[in-house]
């Protein structure tokens, strides 16, 4: 007769395993299950609220200056950096669109995760003829110690015209990162 509740009475030491429990059941734990699953903390989630100027050929900071939500207090408005403040490793993500004065004023378009003020990988866009706005999204998983930096980065080859990172209205250029639970 098979059994669709546990308790610790009917159970010997070393006596459940695959054979035993019924895996396609649901069963009720009562105490603490140990060893499963995990906290994906610290996480944040941060947009810009306004525009960053963009130089020609040159990479920039973006503004991200706003939060949605920082679990573990690790993002600095003040600086747009992600600290992560345990040894590990993080998914981050950032998104950006970038606009141009000039219908044809934007070539190449890239957005770049900084580790510790260096490119650590970046992802490339060409700028379509006669549209002035471009959109890019960006991710990593990324092993680093609890004092290392992470920063987001545009850069544009502007032809014409200036061109700015877009952070008004709905959360167009953001930034985020959570523990990855290993």
């Known amino acids: 007769m098979a059994i669709d509740k546990v308790t610790s009475a009917s159970i010997t030491t ?5 054979t035993q429990l019924n895996e396609a059941s649901n069963y009720a734990f009562t105490g603490t299950v140990t060893g499963a699953g995990g906290v994906n903390t610290p996480v944040f989630h941060a ?9 020609d050929a040159t990479w920039g900071k973006i503004n991200i200056n706003t939060e949605v939500f920082d679990v573990g207090s690790v993002f600095d408005t003040s600086q747009s950096r992600y600290t992560p403040g345990f040894v590990g490793k993080s998914y981050i993500y950032g998104s950006s669109v970038n606009n141009s004065s000039n219908d044809s004023g934007l070539d190449d378009n ?5 580790f510790n003020g260096n490119i ?27 004092d290392d930096y992470f920063e987001l980065y545009a850069h544009v080859d502007i032809t014409a015209g200036s061109a ?3 952070g008004e209205g709905n959360q167009p250029t953001f930034f ?7």
Do not use: N
């Not at 810009?48 to 963009?54: E, F, I, N, P």
């Not at 890239?110 to 900084?114: D, G, T, V, W």
């Open 14 to 18: 070393d006596a459940v395993g695959p």
């Open 47 to 55: 947009y810009a609220s306004g525009t960053t100027s963009l130089s």
């Open 110 to 114: 890239y957005l770049a995760i900084y």
């Open 120 to 146: 650590y990988c970046y992802s490339r866009t060409q700028h379509p003829t006669g549209s002035r706005v471009q959109g890019h999204h960006i991710s990593a998983v990324i092993s680093h110690d609890a």
């Open 164 to 166: 700015t990172v877009v």
């Open 176 to 182: 985020g990162a959570y523990k990855i639970i290993e």
